[in-house]
């Protein structure tokens, strides 16, 4: 049983580029949350979405970020005209309930930002 | 608003010793407690999870315990191994949502 795949692994971008970030959850879960690391920081919650619907955004900056998991296929993290302030790791996670069995993480996209 | 904080940041132990980290939380109302595990530059593995209802867990050479009134995990290592250097992450789930708050984490150095 496949775990929570991300891809990519490394990402580069330049200022005012914009980032896609892919998530697979694991088989069978249907809850998806996104999480940020910026160095030398705890990770951070962002977002948490279920297949076609964002249930809490309450943690993502409000200016260009955005999240979906849309019906077929993975959830993307969109951030647009990225800054060199938005390189960080960013970790997905499933569960198939929320709570009960704990949240599943991936490996994680490291964005930097040149 | 939750605040975790893990003691010690780093560690650094001898091959074979038993370690306890530690982690506190300001918000007894907690739903559950994970510890993860993350090795430098991979994501983080999930060890061991305790419900507010449980006082401990234990899978092979780790134990959690979690006293949940007065907001404390350790996580307990026997027999440490070189193997086991990574960064240990304590995370606790509120009652009321779902968002893990998690520690900056207790990184731990095992010596051959």
Known sequence: ?114 | KQEVTQIPAALSVPEGENLVLNCSFTDSAIYNLQWFRQDPGKGLTSLLLIQSSQREQTSGRLNASLDKSSGRSTLYIAASQPGDSATYLCAVSPESNYKLTFGKGTLLTVNP
Request: proline share 6%.
């Open chain 1, 1 to 114: 049983n496949a775990g929570v795949m991300q891809n990519p692994r490394h990402l580069v971008r330049r200022r005012g580029q914009e980032a896609r970030l892919r998530c697979s959850p694991m088989k069978g879960h249907s809850h998806v949350y996104w999480y940020r690391q910026l160095p030398e920081e705890g990770l951070k919650f962002m977002v948490y979405l279920q297949k076609e619907n964002i249930i809490d955004e309450s943690g993502m900056p409000k200016e260009r970020f955005s999240a979906e998991f849309p019906k077929e296929g993975p959830s993307i993290l969109r951030i647009q005209q990225v800054v060199r302030g938005d390189s960080a790791a960013y970790f997905c996670a499933s569960s198939l309930r929320w709570g009960q069995e704990g949240q599943f993480f991936g490996p994680g996209t490291r964005l930097t930002v040149l």
